[in-house]
C-alpha cells in the first residue's frame, strides 16, 4: 500500500473514498473519509470501518470496494470482523500474523 501524503489525499478525486467529505471549501469537501486509490487502501479501509463504523457506513464502504475492485471479496466473520475472499472465494489466512491461540499470554 503506497503512502499517502496530505497533498496527495486532498489531490485526489471524490471518487476515490468510500465516504465522501462532509466539510465546505476546497479541503473540506475533498476530504473524504477512507481512501481507497488502490486494493492496498481498499482492503484497509473495510478493516477500519469494521473496527469503527456504523452499520450504514459499513454497508457504503463495502459496496464502494466492491464497485470499485472487484477481484477483493469480503465476508463477514463472527463478531463483525471482515475477512478478506482470495480472487476464487476461498478464505485465506494472513501471511503477516501469527495465528492467535487461546488462553492467556506468557
Known sequence: ???LSARQRQSLPKS?????GKGKGPKGAGAGS????????A?????RVAQHGTPAEKATVRAK????YPGIGVAKASGG???FLAEGGAARERA????RRGGMCG
Open 65 to 68: 470496494v466492491r464497485a470499485k
Open 34 to 41: 477512507y481512501p481507497i486509490p488502490d486494493k492496498g487502501h
Open 81 to 83: 470482523a471482515v475477512q
Open 43 to 47: 482492503k484497509s479501509a473495510l478493516s
Open 16 to 20: 476515490s473514498f468510500a465516504l465522501p
Open 1 to 3: 500500500m503506497a503512502v
Open 96 to 99: 503477516d500474523r501469527p495465528k
